[in-house]
């Protein structure tokens, strides 16, 4: 019973990476078009930051194991798009394609 509770934090940890970097990527390809630019930069962070940050207060549920595990889900989200946006692992520039995003 343990082994799924924990999976299912790491896979919530992943939804909420995605749910950041997904909106990180959004805000970047939108940078050029804004007349304000650090009020979309400042605004995003703000709203992420607590997204992120009570997403994993519930999903912690106060047991610090489930914190852990939903850190490696958001973390593992955080590599795999790191590699997809430099175009895999060595680094090397390649186009970017997230079909969530227009």
């Known amino acids: 019973m343990d082994i799924a509770v ?5 896979v919530s940890g992943a939804v909420l990476g995605f ?9 970047v390809s939108r940078l050029g078009r804004v ?14 930051m607590a997204v992120t940050l009570v997403g ?3 999903i912690m549920g106060g047991r610090w194991e489930r914190l852990i595990a939903a850190l490696a889900g958001f973390m593992l989200v955080k590599v795999i798009v790191a ?14 394609r997230f079909p969530w995003i227009p």
């Not at 924990?6 to 790491?10: A, E, G, M, P, V």
């Not at 630019?37 to 709203?47: C, E, I, K």
């Open 6 to 10: 924990y999976l299912i934090c790491l």
């Open 35 to 48: 007349r304000r630019p650090v009020v979309l930069v400042f605004g995003r962070f703000l709203v992420m």
């Open 83 to 96: 590699r997809r946006v430099r175009g895999g692992a060595r680094g090397t520039p390649g186009k970017v």
């Open 56 to 58: 994993l207060y519930l």
């Open 19 to 27: 749910l950041h970097f997904g909106s990180l990527w959004v805000m």
